[in-house]
């Protein structure tokens, strides 16, 4: 499995589309941080929270972009029975892609640490700033970004046309995200509202976001990633029913 993952690894670094995205995710967060209007420097305030504010939306183009290949090309090209022969269970193989594409994301995350040490520095005193909230912060995010990636390899699974799998991927994605949130905005629901959100990701991300390493929240991406990766077998053990 490990010549896998980084046979995969390999062919996201050195294809266009894995270059793309971490050149695009670097941009958009670094113009919104220090470019556009009411940047980091414009609030006048040492505070990260801008990352972790545009970051999800970053990554739920970008990670169904990543992993919008991973079964697609290998069903259209033929591939995927070549490698259902090979010495490896459904699941490895799902667990190859899915840790591909998570140090892909992983990669992407790691130069934005480079926003934080020169944030540090401009703080007044040097280092005020809240790093409990800013690990807390990555944690989310890379849970997120993890849970995005699971759902975009699901998605690969069970279809072999790549646009369709980033659309399919973008949705689920998108539904998880913040559509719990606004079903729960609607007044018909009343004291169900919170329950409702806490079905959504973005409450889970906002509460290790604080800083607060909840083991319920990290449980809740976790299963999130779990039952996504079984689909995703599911998906492929189905070709052989």
Known sequence: M??????????????????VVVVVFLLITGLFLWVFPNNILDMGYADLGPLFFIAPWVFLFLVPAVTMRSFSEERRTGTIELLLTKPLTELQLVLAKYIASVVLVLIALLPTLVYWYSLNDLAMPRGNLDNGGIIGSYIGLFFLASSFAAIGVFASAITENQVVAFMIAVFIAFFLFIGFDLIASFDAFGALEG??????IQDHYASLSR?????????????????????????LQSRRW
């Open 211 to 235: 800083g607060v390493l909840d083991l319920r929240d990290v449980i809740y991406f976790m299963a999130i990633i779990g039952v996504f990766l079984l689909l995703t077998r599911a998906a």
């Open 195 to 200: 329950p409702i959100k806490a079905i959504g």
């Open 2 to 19: 490990r010549v896998l993952i980084l046979k995969e690894v390999r062919g996201f670094l050195g294809s266009l589309i894995g270059q």
